[in-house]
């Protein structure tokens, strides 16, 4: 089966890893812009945990990548004075988790300074956060905490799930005058793909979502972590009779609804697929917006896929918790809405 | 049980000594004197500048005014809310006139005062107190932060913005404000760690005014006194009576020069009290006695300082009378803005959340037109 980085791979790249990809970003971003600083705890000598910022302390010193003191609230909340002196700082939060301690930065200030100052004051603060499972991480160490982001208005929420968007969707994020959370699928670092950086342009930006997979049968609608497990489930469906179109939304924050609505009003069916918990989670959010507006051409009501509305098991046992492939077919098999 | 009397203490079962440790920073320099740093009423006072502390003088009046001012203006419901600074006013005030024009000042919600005295329009200060926006000036055209309401999360903004500025090689101290309550939470201890690391050019003014809302200082720490604190993030903590502004401006001024010169942050505690209730909302005497509040009404600030400057000639009765005047000019002009009814747009709403709109809120903008239209028709 060849992997979702494969299928957006370009003939003339050179194999690239979704983590290569996002160094890149920030390297090409700080080459170009003297003001995007990077910042967090061990993004210098050592080039984050997941050496993501590998090599930038070294091209550009470490007054523009520096290590921080191991203090998110305090990351964070020195990104915001840097922020409104002009510079763009670029926040690595390490873990999912790692991030709660910022929140209060991030609810209070970070989304509403724009607002509170009638746009006097934008941030432009790009919070980098490496999120979800299936890596076997230890507790705290695999939220998908999205939909804290989600509720908060002031914040764009982007998530890539190719190699190629890994690079675009950070430039873009960068470039953006406004706070973006940038969520990092971290079991997707290390996918490959046949890849050289395009202009930033050349990718679309926050806000758009893409159609993966073109079928006919059902919509998955997805993102980040779980695109490549619906476009496995969306071949293995091949053999059950069906087409399954996969969208990925790739920004949450702004959700591209007509994409979406596009999509579900042409298929009829439409199965929602996440890692976080479903019970508040942004699949209820999609499938109520999604019902909303493709009431008249839906054949069955939309379903979701999610993790469990439980705290983040342990590794040996995330298997039985995170979306896989078997899930997914099942519930595409309870759209065949009889009565 | 002391160190000493732990089970194995003193005894000689290390088979090799600890590797060499040395503390990174003398401590001594660091702590701040057993007393409030003085100078009103001390022998220091005879070296007060005469124009400066007329002009101290001239902005206490205008200051203890202000105060007067916006607490009538809450009762007559122009404010929502407003918390006084009445006894505080030598610290806001000498917080505002240590800063050169290109500094930075990040207030507390309490900081109005200081906010007026750097400049700011009275009326524009006190927008959010009335509601009708957040933050009713351009924090960069001021050069005055937002002023926060969550407590202390402004100061690793002061610290991240005064980093910043000494990056680009600009000569700019950031003077964050915070209180006593304030202290105890993380952002206090997370924003002086980082200023200490990074050297920046920070100077954290903690105005210790005896209580958080109704909780006092001895349930809020068990410091010594909060200025000690500094000694652990390895910066300077000086101690100085709050309501002596020769004192206070004395202590900011070497603070905020050290910051310029690259001497890294300092912390302050201003040992004041606040003679009013935490806001209107509060009543101040569930929490504390009169025999209290009437000490401290002893040891005004304003009189204060009327007392040493008149003994010496440097104010007389005319110079008093000229300050009276000048802050009721400045009470009517604010109780005149403050009457005028603020000119709202409900579509504001939407106009400052994204740089672009999103679609979501277009609709709602949207939905909103719809209503206000129908309105006007009905």
Known sequence: MTTVAEKSARAAGKPATMAQALTRAMRDAMAEDPTVHVMGEDVGALGGVFRITDGLAKEFGEDRCTDTPLAEAGILGAAVGMAMYGLRPVVEMQFDAFAYPAFEQLISHVAKMRNRTRGAMPLPITIRVPYGGGIGGVEHHCDSSEAYYLATPGLHVVTPATVEDAYGLLRASIASDDPVVFLEPKRLYWSKADWSPQAPAAVPGIGKALVRRAGTSATLITYGPSLPVCLEAAEAAREEGWDLEVVDLRSLVPFDEDTVVESVRRTGRAVVVHEAAGFGGPGAEIAARVTERCFHHLEAPVLRVTGFDIPYPPPMLEKYHLPGVDRILDTVARLQWEN | ???????????????????????????????????????????????????????????????????????????????????????????????????????????????????????????????????????????????????????????????????????????????????????????????????????????????????????????????????????????????????????????????????????????????????????????????????????????????????????????????????????ETMAASLREGMNADPVLDPMDLFAHVYAEQTGRLREQAALLRAELDAEGDA
């Open chain 2, 1 to 327: 049980m002391t160190v000493q009397e732990l089970p194995g203490a003193g005894a000689s079962h290390r088979p090799t000594p600890p590797p060499a440790w040395r503390p990174r920073t003398d401590a001594a320099p660091l702590l701040p004197d057993a007393e409030p740093y003085r100078v009103l009423g001390t022998p220091a006072a005879d070296r007060l500048d005469p124009a400066l502390m007329r002009r101290c003088y001239a902005e206490l009046v205008r200051g203890r005014r202000y105060n007067a001012q916006a607490t009538a203006l809450t009762k007559q419901g122009r404010l929502a809310v407003y918390p006084s600074t009445v006894g505080q006013e030598a610290c806001e005030i000498a917080a505002a006139l240590v800063l050169e024009e290109q500094d930075w000042l990040f207030p507390s919600y309490r900081d109005t005062l200081a906010a007026v005295a750097r400049g700011l329009d009275p009326v524009q200060a006190l927008t959010l107190l009335r509601g009708d926006w957040h933050t009713g000036y351009d924090p960069r055209e001021h050069r005055i932060a937002p002023l926060s309401t969550p407590l202390a999360t402004q100061l690793p903004h002061a610290v991240g913005l005064a980093h910043a500025a000494r990056l680009r090689g600009d000569d700019v101290v950031a003077l964050a404000m915070v209180g006593d309550g304030g202290t105890s939470e993380g952002d206090f201890h997370e924003a002086l760690n980082f200023a200490a690391v990074w050297q920046a050019p920070v100077v954290f003014l903690v105005q210790n005014n005896g209580f958080a809302i109704s909780v006092p200082l001895a349930k809020q720490t068990a410091a010594p006194t909060l200025a000690h604190k500094a000694v652990g993030y390895g910066m300077p903590g000086r101690l100085v009576d709050g309501n002596d502004i020769a004192a206070m401006h004395e202590v900011l001024t070497e603070a905020v020069r050290r910051a310029r010169a690259g001497g890294g942050p300092t912390l302050i505690e201003a040992v004041t009290y606040r003679m009013e209730a935490h806001t209107n909302a509060d009543d101040a005497t569930r929490y504390r006695g009169d025999a209290e509040v009437e000490a401290w009404k002893a040891h005004d600030p304003v009189e204060l300082l009327e007392r040493e400057l008149t003994a010496r000639g440097i104010l007389d009765e005319a110079g008093i009378q000229e300050a009276r005047d000048e802050a």
